[in-house]
C-alpha cells in the first residue's frame, strides 16, 4: 500500500528540502510526497522538486485549503498530512500501515519539539491521552480516503482549529489511533514570540473555539497577539 504524504507549504524553502529527503528515505519505497504551495515567493517549489517531491498549486492559500487540494490530486486510499517543520518517526509507514491493519481508519502521532525546554516536554506529555483537547495538526494526520470524505475533508472556512475539528469529526463515526511514538516539530514560533506567551495564546484561542465565538474573532485575536 502507498501512503500520499500531503504538506501545505508557503515559502518553506529552508525546511522542505531536508524533511522531503528524510520521508523519502524512511518510506520503504511505500510514500509519494506532494507540496501544496499557496503561493510562495521563495524557491520552496523549485527545492521541493529537486528532493523529490511532486508540486501542487493551490489556487488558494490557507492550510484546510491546500490539504483539501492536495487530497484531491493525490492517488491512494491512504493520506498523510504533515506540517513542513513536522518529522514523524523513522518508522511511520510501518506505525501507520500496522494501524490500519489494527482496525483504525485515522490516527496520529505524540507531539515533541527540536528545542529542549521543560515547559515545552510537559505540553508535549498530555498528547498521549485520547482527549480532543490535545489534538493538533504538529502531531500529524493518517487517514482513510473514505473516512476523509465522510467527514467532508478540512473545514476550509477555519483558518485556525482545522486540526481540532477534523478530528472532532473522526472520533464521532470511527475509531481513533494515537500512536505511541513522537513526531519532532519545530518549536521556532515558541521561541519568536516566547515559550510561555504563545502557551497562553494557543489556549485562549482553544477555549475561544469551544466556546463558539466567531472564528474570524478568534483569528483576528491570534494574529494581533503573536506580533
Known amino acids: 500500500m502507498v501512503i500520499d504524504v500531503i504538506i501545505p ?12 529527503d528524510y520521508l523519502i528515505k524512511n518510506g520503504e519505497g511505500k510514500v509519494r510526497v506532494v507540496v501544496v504551495d499557496g503561493g510562495s515567493t521563495d524557491n520552496t517549489v523549485e527545492y521541493s522538486q529537486s528532493a523529490g517531491a511532486s508540486v501542487l498549486q493551490s489556487p488558494e492559500k490557507g492550510r484546510a485549503r491546500q490539504m483539501n487540494f492536495g487530497a484531491q490530486f493525490s492517488e491512494s486510499e491512504i493520506l498523510y498530512f504533515v506540517h513542513a517543520d513536522t518529522y514523524p518517526p523513522q518508522s511511520f509507514v510501518n506505525d501507520i500501515l500496522t ?9 496520529c502521532f505524540r507531539l515533541s519539539f527540536d528545542y529542549e525546554h521543560p515547559a515545552l516536554k510537559f505540553y508535549c506529555w498530555f498528547t498521549r491521552f485520547d482527549i480532543n483537547l490535545f489534538r493538533f495538526g504538529d502531531q500529524t494526520l493518517f487517514i482513510k480516503r473514505g473516512l476523509f470524505e465522510k467527514v467532508e475533508r478540512f473545514d476550509e472556512k477555519l483558518i485556525v482549529m482545522e486540526d481540532q475539528e477534523i478530528v472532532r469529526s473522526i472520533k464521532k463515526i470511527s475509531k481513533f489511533a494515537i500512536l505511541p511514538k513522537n513526531v519532532s516539530t519545530s518549536a521556532r514560533k515558541y521561541q519568536q514570540v516566547g515559550v510561555y506567551k504563545l502557551q497562553l495564546i494557543f489556549t485562549c484561542v482553544l477555549v475561544m473555539y469551544y466556546l463558539g465565538f466567531d472564528h474570524q474573532k478568534i483569528v483576528d485575536f491570534y494574529v494581533r497577539k503573536i506580533r
Open 99 to 107: 494501524s490500519i491493519n489494527h482496525g483504525y481508519s485515522a490516527g
Open 9 to 20: 507549504a508557503i515559502n518553506e524553502e529552508k525546511s522542505l528540502p531536508g524533511l522531503i
